[in-house]
């Protein structure tokens, strides 16, 4: 077979300052240390600063880097399992115990983004419950969810049950604990950070992250939407009803 046009492109200068750095930090650096700043780190390596960004931007997405508010490009742990299974994603009340449980945040009457809306076949502009979740392992947060949930199902959700903030979302989701499920369905996407999930992730605005939507279905129609955002420099994701994740601290 001939040389394909690909087998002739070269290969990009970052990716080889990819692969030097990657050595780099294996060798010379420990969990957690601060990497010296872009001028030294060109310098060192004779490139200009953008393909040094390229390739720190690569690491970061491998989860070999991490950038920290305050503090700058550490070097990051390895990636430990998140369960994101049945029991991962229940709507059950926190157990203090469950070090990764999901915890209720707030929850507000919102029109859903226009891919939700088509998901939960609703008519564009019509109000949903959105709860937020937190979910949080030796003390670090590892994701943040949006549960888009019709009212129609928390059709006993009154106002009195339902005050603002935690104790709102927990009233939803206690009215959805009623639902008999018949199944779900997952999808997963590399994605960006938004500035809100940033905020709640502790990251950077633009920081790579993990993206699970899960659909929840009975009676024939879907009764809620999750969707997920997970910190792709610290998660590895695991489908399935495993044991509770294990972070290490950075």
């Not at 049945?86 to 919102?110: G, I, K, L, N």
């Not at 709640?200 to 999750?226: C, E, I, K, N, S």
Request: aromatic share 4%; proline share 7%.
């Amino acid at each position: 077979m001939g040389t394909t046009q690909l087998e002739t492109v070269p290969e990009p200068k970052y990716w080889h300052l990819k692969t030097v750095l990657s050595e780099a930090l294996d060798s010379e650096f420990a969990i957690g240390e601060i990497l010296p700043n872009e001028r030294e780190l060109a310098a060192r390596f004779g490139v200009a600063r953008a393909t040094l960004r390229q390739a720190l931007e690569q690491l970061e997405l491998e989860g070999r880097l991490q950038r920290r508010r305050g503090v700058g490009t550490t070097v990051a742990p390895p990636r430990m399992g998140v369960a994101v299974g049945d029991r991962a994603h229940s709507w059950e009340d926190a157990d203090d115990a469950d070090d990764a449980a999901w915890q209720p945040v707030d929850s507000t009457e919102a029109e859903p983004p226009a891919a939700v809306a088509r998901l939960l076949d609703v008519p564009p502009g019509t109000l949903v419950h959105t709860v937020r979740r937190t979910r949080v392992s030796h003390g670090q947060p590892i994701a943040a969810e949006l549960l888009y949930v019709p009212s129609d199902s928390v059709a006993g959700l009154t106002a009195i049950d339902a005050p603002p903030g935690a104790a709102r979302a927990r009233a939803v989701l206690r009215e959805l604990r009623r639902v008999a499920l018949e199944g779900r369905e997952q999808s997963v996407e590399l994605g960006s950070a938004r500035a809100d999930d940033a905020k709640q992730l502790d990251r950077l605005p633009g920081a790579p992250v993990l993206v699970v939507t899960t659909r929840y279905t009975a009676a024939g129609h879907t009764v809620a939407v999750a969707v997920a955002t997970y910190r792709a420099d610290t998660c590895r994701l695991t489908f399935g009803d495993g044991p509770a994740v294990e972070l290490l601290a950075s």
